[in-house]
């Protein structure tokens, strides 16, 4: 199994692999093995660039997740929570020009997570992604 690098609040680990860390409230995604795997690269890791758009709300320490999964890590385990990664997934989408398609929010997060998702996205004030959003999400 792969070790996770050195984090940080302004290098933490988001999407597929935040998501693949098991949560105490059970959401995320179920390929913890594959995406840990040595032969996988790490799926991604966030910065200023989506710090920028989403503030720092959501980026936690989640050492004891991952110590529970057994997956190893070196310092403390900065990620996004699941809300947070997902939203994280779709601002990289607006910062790269891609689609959304391949982002499902309703198979990582519960209610609660969906609605925190959509409530982070809501606070995003630049307005060229406040247009990019509204056509994606009616």
């Not at 609040?9 to 795997?37: C, V, W």
């Not at 710090?51 to 050492?63: K, P």
């Not at 997902?86 to 969906?114: C, P, Q, Y």
Request: hydrophobic residues 35%; aromatic residues 10%.
């Amino acid at each position: 199994m792969k070790t996770i690098p050195q984090t940080s609040p302004e290098n933490y680990l988001s999407g597929m692999a935040s998501l693949s860390i098991p949560s105490p409230q059970g959401t995320g995604d179920r390929h913890m093995l594959k995406t840990f795997d040595d032969k996988n690269p790490l799926q991604f890791f966030a910065g200023n660039e989506i710090i920028r758009f989403l503030g720092t709300r959501g980026i936690i320490n989640r050492s004891d997740d991952a110590d529970r999964a057994g997956i190893p890590y070196i310092g403390t385990l900065w990620c996004a929570t699941h809300s947070r990664a997902v939203a994280d997934m779709i601002v990289k989408s607006f910062l790269s020009g891609k689609d959304t398609k391949h982002i499902r929010m309703h198979d990582w997060l519960d209610d609660d997570g969906f609605k925190e998702t959509i409530f982070m996205l809501k606070t995003i004030k630049d307005v060229s992604f406040r247009y990019w959003i509204s056509d994606k999400i009616r």
